[in-house]
C-alpha cells in the first residue's frame, strides 16, 4: 500500500469521526488501566457491566486492596477468567501503592512490571490516559491491517512497528482508536461489511464482499 493511500484512509476515518475514543468506561487513569486488564478476552460492553459497581467503590489501588480478592472477584465474576485477572489485578495494586504512591506510571517498563499488564495494554494506557502516539495492535487491529494492506505482519509487534513506521504523524494519536472501531463494527472477522465500508475502495482486500465500482 502507497503512503497516498495510506493517508487517504486516515483522512476518510478522521472526517468520519474526528475525536475517537475508547468504548471502556472510566473515571480516572487507574480505572482505565483495570478497565483494560479486565478486558483481555472480553467484550467492551462485558467489562463496563462488571465495572459500573466496581468503579463506584474503587478508585484508587487501596480500594481495590481494601476490598480484597474475594471481594473484587464478586464484582467482576461476569467476566472470562476472573480468577486470573483479580489476583493479578490485585498484586498490581499492591505495587502500585508500594512502589509508585498510588499513581499510574508514565513509562512502559513500569506498566508491563505489573502483573497482568503486556505491550498491548501498556500502549492502550500511554495512549489513553497519556496521550503518547503509540498504537495498541489487539485482535481487531492485527486482522484489519493484515486484511486491508495496511501494515501487514506475523505478529502484533511486527504489525506495530509497521504502523508506527506508516501511519502519518497527524493520525498516530487516534490510529489506535479509529482501526479498533473500523474492525469491531465494519470490517469484522467472518463477514466483513465492505458494502458498508467507508475505505472499501481504497482497501486492498482481494475478497471483497462487494466490487467497487
Same mark, same amino acid.
Given at each position: ?22 468504548? @471502556? ?91 497482568? !499488564? ?18 495498541? !495492535? ?18 502484533? @509487534? ?56
Amino acid at each position: 500500500m502507497n503512503p497516498n493511500k495510506r493517508r487517504q484512509i486516515f483522512e476518510r476515518l478522521r472526517a468520519a469521526n474526528p475525536a475517537p475514543t475508547t468504548e @471502556l468506561h472510566y473515571g480516572n487513569v487507574f480505572q482505565l488501566l483495570i478497565a483494560v486488564v479486565l478486558s483481555a478476552q472480553a467484550t467492551d460492553k462485558g467489562v463496563n457491566k462488571a465495572t459500573a459497581g466496581l468503579f463506584k467503590v474503587a478508585k484508587k489501588p487501596r480500594d481495590i486492596l481494601a476490598l480484597g480478592e474475594a471481594g473484587l472477584k464478586q464484582h467482576i465474576k461476569t467476566i472470562g477468567l476472573f480468577n486470573s485477572k483479580a489476583k493479578n489485578i490485585m498484586a498490581a495494586c499492591k505495587i502500585l501503592e508500594e512502589d509508585y504512591a498510588g499513581k499510574v506510571p508514565r513509562d512502559r517498563d513500569a506498566l508491563e512490571s505489573l502483573p497482568g !499488564v503486556g505491550r498491548k495494554t501498556a500502549n492502550v494506557i500511554l495512549n489513553t490516559a497519556f496521550g503518547e502516539p503509540t498504537i495498541a !495492535v489487539d485482535t481487531h487491529i492485527f486482522r484489519v491491517s493484515n486484511r486491508i494492506g495496511l501494515a501487514p505482519g506475523k505478529t502484533p @509487534l511486527e504489525v506495530e512497528k509497521k504502523l508506527l513506521k506508516f501511519v502519518p504523524d497527524e493520525f498516530k494519536q487516534d490510529a489506535h482508536h479509529w482501526l479498533i472501531l473500523l474492525g469491531r463494527y465494519t470490517c469484522i472477522a467472518r463477514k466483513p461489511n465492505c458494502p458498508g465500508c467507508l475505505i472499501a475502495d481504497l482497501c486492498e482486500y482481494r475478497a471483497k464482499t462487494l466490487l467497487i465500482s
